[in-house]
């Protein structure tokens, strides 16, 4: 894990490690990263893949682009900048819910790859699952089940992605999905059969 290193603080462990919190819950912990255009059904699918777990028995939970700018991204805009920042933080709370045992559903645009790089590369090499959930901007378009690409299209929102600023398609995502193509429930089994090819799950 690569982290930077502090001289100001000193890191404190505790005597309840990851392994003992895993062994208890009876699976692993994994951060399943879900990219892609607004509209694309990131958060139907991690919504609906956190409901198929928890029914059997899998601790879950889902970070939803939207909420977290309703708490505690609150603070941060659309500029590059603080799109970076978006995903620092989220990336940060993703690792420390891994560590505790959840399997944890990021729905985040997270347009950049370097951004979403850097939150790969805070966890452990066989925590960090990135699914490209890919849906053709006309088809998301014309989804726009909250209004903005009509808002974007008309000037009202500046630094709407893949309007007026760039979505960087993943390279070499682990899942890459076809929401033009499968329904919700198709795309939430195949990430859990890859958890559990993982051994993440059972």
Known sequence: MKRQDRSDVTWHYH??????????????GATVWLTGLSGSGKSTIADTASCMLHDSGVLTAVLDGDNIRHGLNRDLG???EDRQEN??????????LTGIGIVNFVAFISPYRKDRDLARSIQEQDDFIEVYVDAPLEVAEQRDPKGLYAKARAGEIPSFTGISAPYEE???PEIHLHTEKQDPEECARQIIEALRERGIVR
């Not at 005597?15 to 692993?28: F, N, P, T």
């Not at 995903?87 to 420390?96: F, K, N, S």
């Open 15 to 28: 005597r309840i490690e990851r392994s003992d919190r895993e062994r208890m819950l009876g699976h692993k």
């Open 170 to 172: 993943p390279l070499a």
């Open 78 to 80: 659309f500029s590059p």
């Open 87 to 96: 995903i620092r933080r989220i990336g940060e709370v993703a690792r420390l």
